[in-house]
């Protein structure tokens, strides 16, 4: 909408330019129809008409293209139509000039609109820089000067007025004009002209500000440079009887006046073209003043030397060359410096400004200091208190603040600035706690200043890139949509790179073009090098503390860690308050191929929301260095390079760092990144090498509690050795003086002995050989189950089958001890399984429950089926198993304390067998118990379930060692 709006404005402006234009060029032709039909056929005469005509075409065509020019672009609206009114006076006047002689009534409308000129050009001046009659400090209405200027307007106005209606009466009656309205016209004009210089007088006393000061400079040097050459060439020697150049010739400088007005009201407009301009304006003074002291010279040398000149002409005339070249150059350079310092006394104090010198210290700056310096000088000579430097970091692709806001009210321009600029560029004020303080390289604005050859108003800048602006939009400011905040971005480059950007804020009234851009530029080139300087300074100080703080856990011994996940984390804790950033350690599984997280630390995101990955590949074993141009957004080619293994594509930079070595892959290290980040060639070195001794600290870890273990399992070993011969020796030490006692008996006795108590010695004494060889069996049996689990042969087993052959042996034992056996098992429930293992299990579970449990008490043996699964329980009412003790009776050579000086004997080896072969069938065994004595134990083992009718191929089953 706000588009459409500035296209109807404009499209008004120009149709009001082209009346106008077409307006000249009615009067252009009535002018030359009248000039050429009267001219005679003198050769002479017609000369003359035509420099006549030549000389007003060029005044009316400047102040034609000015007026339009103006009208159509100038930000203040009231001094547009005002000058568009004069020019449009000046261009009648002097377009019907020449015709005078031949048509009074183009005398009448020449000198109606001489009167009218003065008028428009007194209005002109009465708003011209800015309007006189309004307080500057308050920026209200002075109602007495108000009062004052309305009145000289309306008297200049009704006077005016009054005179050219008795003109108009004078050529209705009259072929000539009265003389004494020829001078009062000419009273007229000199008082009218007397006014508006007062009226110039009080515009530039009233300019308080530099700029509006400046414009008034330059209007007056459009005067002079417009005026000068008519004065001091036709007009003064005339007056004093001196040589003098025709005035034709000498007014054809008139034509700058209206280039001079135009360009000092569009001083503040005019981008690129203002250093042409002022070259320019110095090259025609240096002309004119020039041109002026050469004219001097002669005329000195015609006065002083008349009768040197006639006698020796030629030497005369050496000697005037030669004096006129050698003071040439000094008034060529004295012209030059006398328009800056007198037209652009606002040029000269730019670089006063700059050329100020600068404390730089001799040691390299810190960033902070550098951004300080450019930001005093910056507002030392912009004369405003909002500026801001921000300084492109490298690492994260982002042009922060420099220096630091502080909480203080002496940063409040710079704080009030910023937010500003986020507002415009749609950027948030906080991420999280943290308040904002960067602009992101991605942002077009950034992008549009960074290929731009001179500093951008803030408005060029937020520019849409699809508008192209016009040929003169680039040169020429026109009405901002920003208003007041439409600032200058100006680069700050060094070595071709933009290395940051200096941002000027408002300076009361004043906007930003003309000079402004070109000593921005300047200001920017001088302290660039001191800049770049102090970022490769904080560019090699953040990589030698990266250095130091990664390496500083290299002093720690590997002793330090118990396991590997405390050398893990203590690397990732080091690795992310190294970078400020976030560190994730991944342990490689290598029997499921698969990376698992074991420590995630640090402020910063997650790689993946995945605690595992799988499907590593072999290209997933390199580094890779991933950064992201914007946030949540990565390119294709940078996906390609991404680990096959992560599910889902990271939001962030990230660097993954394989810890591998040769064939034998530990793990990988991750660093994540919360801002965009990029990654510089040392600081991956230096990531990667953090990598290879984290690599060889964990391979050392893991060696260290592998020997660890061994030594904790040959202490294992020592001990199970001791407590076999501590049980073996006392378990073999009581049959053994059993049968021993019994055969020394009858050794000694056997002649007394009846036959029925010699047959119960030898019976006892067999029995006593019959427990010492089961010991021994049960010895070997578990010597040699690694062997027999290895010719395990699985296939359907009826488990009410396997339970009766065991109860067959164990009859005899039942019958004298008076158990009962409650049966809980169904006869068609059939188990995957070897029968002679199942039933040697069952057996010496069987046995353990009859051992365990007082004489006469029941055992229930029960099956059920859960899922596929059928379970075996054996419950005995004995004395039970502290809970404490349960896992270790599964081990070799354990028994309880307690059963050590029992009665009952046992090596600690039968549920040790058990738990083997159970595994070896596909199947486990454990322990319910209380330890409550009477409440017994309770013995299970689960053995996959196989269909009654179901036959499976029988395969065999290795036991891992």
């Not at 308080?208 to 414009?215: F, H, V």
């Not at 982002?398 to 415009?424: N, V």
């Amino acid at each position: 909408m706000l588009q459409v709006y500035r296209m109807l404005i404009k499209s008004q402006r120009l149709l009001v330019g082209l009346l106008v234009i077409t307006f000249f060029l009615f009067l252009l032709l009535l002018n030359g129809n009248y000039i050429f039909t009267t001219t005679g056929q003198n050769e002479g005469e017609v000369v003359a008409a035509w420099a006549s005509f030549g000389f007003s075409f060029l005044l009316s065509i400047s102040f034609l293209a000015v007026g339009a020019f103006v009208w159509v672009y100038a930000h203040n609206r009231q001094i547009a139509l005002r000058l568009l009114c004069l020019c449009i006076a000046l261009i009648v006047a002097f377009t019907a000039r020449n015709s005078i002689a031949v048509n009074k009534w183009l005398a009448f409308i020449s000198d109606t609109s001489s009167i009218l000129a003065v008028i428009f050009l007194s209005a002109f001046l009465m708003v011209f820089p800015k309007s006189i009659t309004v307080n500057q400090h308050t920026n209200t209405p002075d109602w007495l000067l108000v009062w004052i200027y309305r009145c000289y307007l309306s008297i200049i106005s009704i006077t005016g007025l009054v005179m050219i209606g008795a003109l108009f009466v004078s050529y209705l009656f009259s072929e000539q004009v009265a003389g004494w309205l020829s001078f009062s016209d000419l009273l007229y004009f000199l008082v009218t002209l007397t006014g508006i210089l007062l009226l110039i007088v009080c515009s530039y006393r009233y300019s308080t500000l530099r700029w509006e000061r400046q414009q008034m400079s330059l209007f007056m040097a459009g005067v002079i440079l417009s005026a000068a050459p008519l004065l001091f060439f036709t007009v003064i020697p005339q007056i004093l009887h001196l040589p003098a150049f025709d005035g034709r010739m000498t007014a054809a400088t008139l034509c700058l006046f209206p280039l001079a007005l135009g360009y000092s009201i569009l001083r503040y407009q005019i981008l690129v073209f203002d250093t042409y301009v002022r070259k320019t304006v110095s090259a025609l003074f240096g002309v004119i003043f020039l041109a002026f002291v050469v004219y001097i010279i002669v005329a000195l040398g015609n006065i002083c030397l008349a009768d040197y000149a006639v006698r020796h002409r030629n030497i005369y005339a050496l000697l005037i060359v030669g004096v006129a070249t050698g003071l040439s150059p000094i008034a060529w350079w004295l012209a030059k410096v006398l328009t800056e310092k007198v037209f652009f006394r606002e040029v000269t104090q730019y670089r006063r400004f700059l050329k100020e010198p600068t404390i730089i210290a001799d040691e390299t700056l810190e960033i902070a200091d550098a951004a300080s310096l450019i930001t005093s000088a910056a507002i030392y000579t912009f004369d405003t208190a909002q500026v801001c430097v921000f300084v492109f970091d490298e690492s994260s692709g982002q042009y922060r603040l420099y220096p630091e806001l502080t909480d203080g009210a002496g940063d409040e321009s710079r704080r009030s600035l910023l937010h500003s600029l986020l507002r415009i560029f749609q950027l948030p004020l906080t991420t999280g706690e943290t308040n904002v303080d960067y602009l992101d390289n991605f942002l077009p604005a950034i992008q549009r200043l960074r290929t731009a050859r001179r500093p951008l108003l803030l408005s060029e800048a937020i520019r849409p890139s699809k508008h192209k602006p016009m040929s003169l939009e680039r040169f020429l400011t026109s009405k901002s949509p920003l208003g007041d905040e439409d600032w200058l971005l100006a680069p700050i480059r060094a070595q071709g790179k933009m290395i940051g950007i200096l941002v000027l804020g408002k300076r009361g009234d004043q906007p930003y073009a003309g000079p402004d851009l070109e000593f921005a530029q300047a200001l920017t080139a001088r302290f660039s090098m001191m800049l770049e300087m102090a970022r490769l300074y904080a560019r090699a100080t953040q990589h030698t503390d990266l250095l130091n703080n990664l390496y500083s856990i290299s002093t720690m011994p590997n002793s330090a860690f118990n396991t590997l996940e405390d050398a893990a984390n203590a690397y990732a804790t080091v690795a992310a308050t190294a970078t400020s950033s976030a560190a994730e350690m991944w342990l490689y599984d290598e029997q499921e191929h698969a990376l698992n997280l074991a420590v995630a630390t640090g402020h910063g995101p997650r790689l993946t929301t995945c605690s595992r990955l799988i499907g590593m590949q072999e290209s997933d074993w390199t580094s890779r260095f991933v950064h992201t141009q914007m946030p949540g957004s990565i390119d294709d080619e940078t996906k390609s390079a991404l680990p096959t293994c992560l599910p889902e594509l990271p939001s962030c930079p990230f660097a993954w760092l394989p810890l591998r070595k040769k064939e034998r892959s530990i793990g990988v290290l991750v660093v994540t990144y919360a801002r965009p980040h990029y990654f510089f060639k040392e600081e991956m070195r230096a990531l990667e090498m953090f990598a290879s001794q984290c690599l060889a600290v964990l391979e050392n870890v893991q060696m260290t509690l592998a020997l660890r273990a061994a030594y904790e399992r040959q202490k294992e070993l020592d001990q199970l050795k001791d407590q076999f011969i501590m049980t073996a020796s006392h378990e073999l030490r009581t049959p053994l003086t059993t049968v021993l006692g019994y055969i020394e008996l009858l050794g000694q006795y056997h002649e007394r002995l009846e036959v029925e108590s010699r047959t119960e010695f030898i019976d006892k004494a067999r029995r006593g050989c019959d427990e010492l060889s089961l010991l021994v069996s049960n010895i070997m049996d578990a010597s040699r189950v690694n062997m027999d689990v290895a010719a395990v042969r699985l296939r359907p087993i009826q488990l009410s089958q396997a339970v009766s052959h065991v109860l067959e042996i164990l009859e005899a034992t039942l019958t004298g001890e008076q158990r009962t056996v409650q049966l809980e098992i169904a006869d068609d429930l059939y188990v995957k399984a070897d029968d002679v293992p199942l039933r040697q299990v069952l057996l010496n579970l069987m046995s353990n429950a009859l051992k365990y449990s007082p004489s006469g008490s029941s055992i229930i043996l029960s099956a059920i089926q859960e899922q596929e699964q059928v379970i075996i329980a054996i419950k005995d009412h004995g004395f039970g198993v502290p809970p404490s003790e349960q896992q270790r009776l599964f081990e070799r050579f354990v028994r309880l304390e307690r059963d050590m000086n029992s009665p009952v004997r046992g090596a600690g080896l039968g549920l040790f067998i058990c738990r083997r072969l159970l595994e070896a069938m596909g199947g486990q065994v454990w322990l319910e118990s209380s330890g409550q004595p009477g409440e017994g134990s309770n013995f299970s083992f689960a053995l996959p379930m196989v269909p009654k009718q179901h036959s499976i191929e029988v395969e065999a089953v290795k036991l891992p060692v």
